[in-house]
């Protein structure tokens, strides 16, 4: 059975950073893209950065450019979000996700695995 855990979220000063982070277990994805999504309450679920298979490529929102960072280590299949300046508006659930393909992307339907997502809440 194919499981993503996120972890690393929690309540933050505007300003601070933080660095989440998604374990994959029940099989390796170091052939898929990986990504980051996050949702805000009413809202939908928004790409916020891609990495492709051997993390050659990365890809970013334009909203969270410059200030987040996208790795993944394929020995551990794990991703990670370095997440810096955080802003009220980064609030919201962040998702992990695994692509179909080995190149990420930017809509919901690119992939077919997703984690259960860790609450990131930032105040002014």
Do not use: H
């Not at 890809?59 to 410059?66: I, L, M, P, R």
């Not at 695994?98 to 990131?120: E, H, I, L």
Request: proline share 2%; aromatic share 12%; with cysteine.
């Amino acid at each position: 059975q194919v499981q993503l855990v996120e972890s690393g979220g929690g309540l933050v000063q505007a300003g601070g950073s933080l660095r989440l982070s998604c374990t994959a277990s029940g099989r390796t994805f170091s052939s898929n893209g990986m990504a980051w999504f996050r949702q805000a309450p009413g809202k939908e679920r928004r790409f916020v950065a891609g990495i492709n298979w051997n993390g050659g490529t990365t890809y970013y929102g334009s909203s969270v450019k410059d200030r987040f960072t996208i790795s993944r280590d394929n020995a551990k299949n794990t991703v990670s979000l370095q997440i810096n300046s955080l802003k009220p508006e980064d609030t919201a659930v962040y998702y992990c996700a695994v692509s179909r393909f080995a190149s990420s992307g930017t809509a919901v339907g690119t992939y077919n695995y997703w984690g259960q997502g860790t609450q990131v809440t930032v105040s002014s």
